[in-house]
């Protein structure tokens, strides 16, 4: 297999899982693949990762924040 034919895989160290249910929905945030909270806005993700010591400054950026299971304005179940 080539590299041209394999997957991209994000190096971004924010990711930001699907959301779960609950009142409200919410969504975990990982670190470096650590849980570090949950995340029930785009806020959230900003407030839970400078509390973490990671500056975000583009949600849209794929090298900042990976976003599994919908985009930065999915915060509920479909």
């Given at each position: 297999?080539?590299?041209?034919?394999?997957?991209?895989?994000?190096?971004?160290?924010?990711?930001?899982?699907?959301?779960?249910?609950?009142?409200?929905?919410?969504?975990?945030?990982?670190?470096?693949?650590?849980?570090?909270?949950?995340?029930?806005?785009?806020?959230?993700?900003?407030?839970?990762?400078?509390?973490?010591?990671?500056?975000?400054?583009?949600?849209?950026?794929?090298?900042?924040?990976?976003?599994?299971?919908?985009?930065?304005f999915?915060?509920?179940?479909?």
């Open positions: 297999m080539t590299e041209s034919s394999s997957p991209y895989l994000s190096s971004a160290r924010v990711t930001v899982l699907g959301v779960q249910p609950g009142h409200p929905p919410f969504r975990i945030v990982e670190i470096d693949g650590e849980m570090v909270g949950a995340a029930t806005s785009m806020t959230d993700v900003l407030l839970i990762s400078a509390a973490s010591g990671v500056s975000i400054h583009d949600l849209d950026d794929p090298e900042a924040v990976r976003w599994v299971g919908g985009g930065k999915t915060w509920a179940l479909h």
